[in-house]
């Protein structure tokens, strides 16, 4: 497939690409810099993207996986970024990943602790972002409008909440990714397919407006790629490639708490967090039945790690906020796994994080790098199509907006429904892959769904190069740390297999 994405083709490339001069150079394979792959890519520009790690590596994959309308932003009067983050949320659903991005129902519940005047200021938010949607483009039955609930619904949806003295609840709708690596992973691909050169574990070392140089890092070697114009899409880490570019990185926490922990989950939940006016804690149903509750915002200062560790502080905050609305609380030990994310939010003033600008700034450097930084994975294509614009101001215009990613369809030939919502329109190659060969129609984990054959179809098409690509980014079997080690053995199996 010319979407195929693996070893043999990596390597190709990097010698294709240091023999000649491309069109456009991006930095960073989050979200963004796959978008203006792709979005180069698409418009006949010859275009390479690398990353020092994997597809996903960074902020992208820590994500609520909220493919929001951008009510919160309303709140906050950034009429123009919630317009644009509903436009974005429309594109999605309804042209380029249907199979991965679809509409989930929320509830606020209305304890005690939620004033009467405060539940109809919500409701009235929730009216105006059904508006947005409207405005969008985006019809009702992909993304239902808000509704009140009575007591024995809401408890019907999520019967862990506590019944004493709950009035009912607000019931909205939003959408949200299946899985937001695989969406990565979708857009390189399609970006791929459109002719790009994918290349993960390739660091820059130094950036400039005619290329990069660039360290191999499966070889150490070193080598050199010119571009005409360059994208710096590297999100918490742009400041280090490109200086006069500051950041204020904010820490986002997530607990993920195995299937059955909180009951049966038929909707989300949004939970005041109590002292705050407009900011709610997030529990998170996902499609394998693990529960991810979230998020802080906490500033941080110093470094940027590679990967963010959680502070035992930002479980119990979770836990505590969460125990607010239930039944009975969640004990520590039922915390399967935590993961924390950095927000490439923009240095600027005002105070706490939480205020900062959401909107994402293109900016250029003196030497002509481009950076596109800030914003969310919803607006990652209209955030390429700004950095595109801006590096290369005589391109043809944008074709995203309209391209399905691959994969894009909403059923996918009678394969099963959890396979489509994770592969597309591909679900019925990957089960293909499984029928042939008992062996990979195993589980990689006993009482899991992954099977050995998804790993080994993303070996071939998805690029995962090692066996954390495969756990931690085309499978998310690593956000529980036991889960990880036992499927270890498996996803090494797996590699094995697929070089012989
Ligand atoms: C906790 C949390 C929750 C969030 N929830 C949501 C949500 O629900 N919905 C939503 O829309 N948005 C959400 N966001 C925002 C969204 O996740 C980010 O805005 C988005 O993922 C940023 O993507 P990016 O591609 O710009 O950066 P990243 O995904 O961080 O990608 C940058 C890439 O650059 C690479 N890189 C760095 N340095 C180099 C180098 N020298 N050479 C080569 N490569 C390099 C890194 O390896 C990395 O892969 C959330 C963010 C956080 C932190």
Same mark, same amino acid.
């Given at each position: 497939?010319?979407?195929?994405?693996?070893?043999?083709?990596?390597?190709?490339?990097?010698?294709?690409?240091?023999?000649?001069?491309?069109?456009?150079?991006?930095?960073?394979?989050?979200? &963004?810099?796959? @978008?203006?792959?792709?979005?180069?890519?698409?418009?006949?520009?010859?275009?390479?993207?690398?990353?020092?790690?994997?597809?996903?590596?960074?902020?992208?994959?820590?994500?609520?996986?909220?493919?929001?309308?951008?009510?919160?932003?309303?709140?906050?009067?950034?009429?123009?970024?919630?317009?644009?983050?509903?436009?974005?949320?429309?594109?999605?659903?309804?042209? *380029?990943?249907?199979?991965?991005?679809?509409?989930?129902?929320?509830?606020?519940?209305? &304890?005690?602790?939620?004033?009467?005047?405060?539940?109809?200021?919500?409701? *009235?938010?929730?009216?105006?972002?059904?508006?947005?949607?409207?405005?969008?483009? *985006?019809?009702?039955?992909?993304?239902?409008?808000?509704?009140?609930?009575?007591?024995?619904?809401?408890?019907?949806?999520?019967?862990?909440?506590?019944?004493?003295?709950?009035?009912?609840?607000?019931?909205?709708?939003?959408?949200?990714?299946?899985?937001?690596?695989?969406?990565?992973?979708?857009?390189?691909?399609?970006?791929?397919?459109?002719?790009?050169?994918?290349?993960?574990?390739?660091?820059?070392?130094?950036?400039?407006?005619?290329?990069?140089?660039?360290?191999?890092?499966? &070889?150490?070697?070193?080598?050199?790629?010119?571009?005409?114009?360059?994208?710096?899409?590297?999100?918490?880490?742009?400041?280090?490639?490109?200086?006069?570019?500051?950041?204020?990185?904010?820490?986002? *926490?997530?607990?993920?708490?195995?299937?059955?922990?909180?009951?049966?989950?038929?909707?989300?939940?949004?939970?005041?967090?109590?002292?705050?006016?407009?900011?709610?804690?997030?529990?998170?149903?996902?499609?394998?039945?693990?529960?991810?509750? @979230?998020?802080?915002?906490?500033?941080?200062?110093?470094?940027?790690?590679?990967?963010?560790?959680?502070?035992?502080?930002?479980?119990?905050?979770?836990?505590?906020?969460?125990?607010?609305?239930?039944?009975?609380?969640?004990?520590?030990?039922?915390?399967?796994?935590?993961?924390?994310?950095?927000?490439?939010?923009?240095?600027?003033?005002?105070?706490?994080?939480?205020?900062?600008?959401?909107?994402?700034?293109?900016?250029?450097?003196?030497?002509?790098?481009?950076?596109?930084?800030?914003?969310?994975?919803?607006?990652?294509?209209?955030?390429?199509?700004?950095?595109?614009?801006?590096?290369?101001?005589?391109?043809?215009?944008?074709?995203?907006?309209?391209?399905?990613?691959?994969?894009?369809?909403?059923?996918?030939? @009678?394969?099963?429904?959890?396979?489509?919502?994770?592969?597309?329109?591909?679900?019925?190659?990957?089960?293909?892959?499984?029928?042939?060969?008992?062996?990979?129609?195993?589980?990689?984990?006993?009482?899991?769904?992954?099977?050995?054959?998804?790993?080994?179809?993303?070996?071939?098409?998805?690029?995962?190069? &090692?066996?954390?690509?495969?756990?931690?980014?085309?499978?998310?079997?690593?956000?529980?740390?036991?889960?990880?080690?036992?499927?270890?053995?498996?996803?090494?199996?797996?590699?094995?297999?697929?070089?012989?």
């Amino acid at each position: 497939m010319k979407s195929s994405l693996n070893a043999t083709r990596r390597a190709r490339e990097i010698q294709r690409v240091q023999r000649q001069v491309l069109d456009v150079l991006v930095v960073g394979l989050g979200a &963004t810099g796959a @978008g203006a792959a792709l979005d180069a890519a698409s418009r006949g520009l010859s275009t390479a993207a690398v990353d020092a790690h994997d597809l996903a590596f960074g902020t992208s994959r820590w994500s609520s996986k909220l493919i929001h309308g951008g009510l919160r932003y309303l709140a906050r009067g950034q009429v123009g970024v919630a317009r644009e983050s509903a436009a974005e949320r429309g594109v999605l659903l309804r042209h *380029t990943a249907p199979h991965l991005v679809q509409a989930h129902p929320y509830l606020l519940p209305l &304890t005690p602790a939620v004033s009467r005047a405060r539940a109809r200021l919500v409701m *009235t938010g929730y009216r105006l972002g059904d508006l947005l949607r409207t405005a969008a483009g *985006t019809p009702r039955r992909l993304l239902p409008g808000p509704v009140r609930v009575a007591p024995g619904r809401a408890l019907d949806l999520v019967p862990a909440l506590a019944p004493d003295g709950l009035r009912g609840a607000l019931l909205s709708w939003d959408g949200r990714v299946a899985d937001d690596a695989r969406l990565v992973v979708a857009i390189a691909r399609t970006a791929a397919g459109q002719g790009a050169a994918i290349l993960t574990r390739c660091r820059v070392l130094a950036l400039r407006g005619d290329g990069a140089d660039v360290r191999d890092e499966l &070889t150490g070697e070193e080598f050199t790629i010119r571009a005409r114009a360059v994208v710096n899409a590297t999100g918490v880490w742009a400041g280090q490639l490109a200086p006069g570019i500051e950041l204020r990185p904010s820490r986002g *926490t997530h607990l993920v708490l195995r299937p059955g922990a909180l009951g049966p989950l038929r909707a989300g939940l949004h939970v005041p967090i109590p002292g705050e006016s407009n900011r709610f804690a997030l529990v998170l149903p996902q499609l394998d039945g693990s529960v991810h509750v @979230g998020l802080t915002d906490e500033p941080i200062d110093g470094p940027v790690p590679d990967i963010p560790e959680v502070p035992e502080s930002d479980v119990s905050f979770l836990l505590e906020v969460l125990s607010t609305v239930l039944a009975s609380p969640i004990p520590r030990n039922l915390v399967a796994g935590a993961y924390a994310g950095l927000r490439p939010l923009l240095a600027g003033k005002g105070g706490s994080s939480g205020d900062l600008s959401r909107r994402h700034a293109v900016i250029r450097s003196p030497g002509g790098v481009v950076t596109v930084v800030g914003g969310k994975l919803t607006t990652y294509r209209r955030m390429a199509e700004d950095a595109i614009d801006a590096a290369v101001p005589h391109a043809p215009r944008s074709r995203t907006a309209r391209l399905p990613l691959v994969g894009a369809a909403r059923s996918g030939d @009678g394969a099963p429904p959890r396979l489509i919502r994770r592969y597309g329109s591909e679900a019925a190659a990957v089960e293909e892959l499984a029928a042939r060969d008992p062996a990979l129609a195993a589980p990689v984990l006993a009482g899991q769904p992954t099977t050995r054959a998804e790993l080994l179809w993303s070996v071939r098409h998805e690029g995962a190069l &090692t066996a954390d690509d495969l756990l931690d980014r085309r499978t998310r079997i690593g956000l529980i740390p036991e889960d990880r080690e036992a499927a270890r053995p498996a996803a090494e199996a797996v590699l094995r297999l697929a070089s012989e």
